[in-house]
């Protein structure tokens, strides 16, 4: 038996991350989300060049394909690989056949400078037609005058931002900096230490099983009156089993819910990416309902059509070689390691 659904959204990955496992520990052990930014990501994201992004992409978007997600949302940071870096991330999805809309996180990490080759890099990508939002990293490590330039690059290109709010509780001020900045077509991930009567506008991205492998606490976004999809975080793209553990974190705390809610946040991927509501993916099990996905494991991909074309079948993308994928992947993994 199998059943047909939409494609899936994921509303929040870091394609980059992909090559991420299996690097070297850290040079210390990492006890708070700061230390974790500070020790793992941010070494790592600066050791990357785009070969590297390339073949992460690559590898991301065959793994949303493989779990049956036709779209990613993606964010992007690479400080010393700025220049060109979205292109090549949305050259890679388009290789595998996946839908992507791209964005650089904008950030004062690296200096004023870095920040403004952050923010050209979105100007560039958008205004040459590529799709996509304009990126923030977060507000604490962006200064005002940054945070101004590209809410106010995203108002000129007519296109949302991307961007961290309230992730871990270093990100506290958020809700003061971002006010009268966010409209409705932005996209806010996380927000677990987000006030629950803000009033910032926008989509909440929920990470659930980022948030609980960062230790940051639960965000319990139903009790928002924003929209809420979910995304990853860079933890593949599999959004079956994020809407399973979305729905057991929901039921953690309110015994009475049932999976309607999580399976609501899944279905909000298809206003953020529409076009992914007319894709199709064959799925192992019959039937797709909310109740039943929730308790059924090994549910799988059989067929993916995206824009009318089966870019996965009998278990392989048909576009590209899996193998060559993982292990080009691999090699690149080696020398991102390396530099670690």
Request: charged share 20%; hydrophobic share 45%.
């Amino acid at each position: 038996m199998s059943t047909v659904t939409p494609g899936l959204v994921c509303a929040h990955h870091h394609l980059y991350s992909a090559l991420a496992r299996g690097m070297p520990a850290p040079p210390k052990v990492a006890t708070t989300f700061g230390e974790i930014l500070e020790q793992v990501w941010w070494r790592l994201d600066a050791a990357l060049d785009l070969e590297m992004i390339r073949w992460s992409a690559m590898l991301g978007a065959l793994e949303a394909l493989e779990s049956g997600t036709t779209a990613i949302v993606d964010h992007h940071e690479s400080p010393n690989a700025i220049e060109g870096s979205l292109s090549v991330i949305a050259d890679a999805c388009a290789e595998v056949g996946v839908r992507v809309v791209c964005a650089y996180g904008v950030t004062d990490r690296h200096g004023p400078d870095g920040a403004a080759r952050g923010v050209e890099e979105n100007r560039r990508f958008l205004a040459g037609g590529g799709r996509g939002l304009v990126g923030i990293h977060a507000a604490f490590t962006c200064s005002d005058a940054t945070l101004e330039a590209a809410a106010g690059l995203a108002r000129d290109l007519g296109v949302g931002v991307h961007v961290h709010v309230c992730e871990g509780l270093e990100d506290a001020a958020a809700p003061a900096r971002l006010a009268g900045l966010t409209r409705d077509d932005w996209l806010l991930a996380h927000c677990v230490h987000l006030p629950t009567d803000h009033a910032l506008k926008g989509t909440i991205l929920h990470n659930p099983f980022s948030n609980l492998n960062n230790a940051v606490g639960y965000a319990n976004p139903a009790r928002f009156t924003n929209p809420v999809a979910l995304g990853t975080d860079g933890i593949g793209a599999d959004m079956i089993e994020t809407f399973r553990i979305a729905y057991a974190l929901e039921r953690s705390v309110d015994v009475t819910c049932g999976p309607g809610t999580a399976w609501s946040w899944l279905e909000t991927g298809w206003s953020l990416v529409p076009e992914a509501k007319g894709d199709r993916v064959t799925w192992s099990y019959d039937p797709m309902d909310p109740w039943q996905v929730a308790f059924t494991p090994g549910i799988r991909p059989l067929r993916v059509e995206i824009g009318g074309e089966a870019v996965f079948a009998d278990g392989s993308p048909t576009r590209v070689d899996a193998d060559e994928i993982r292990a080009k992947a691999r090699e690149q993994a080696v020398r991102l390691h390396a530099r670690l």
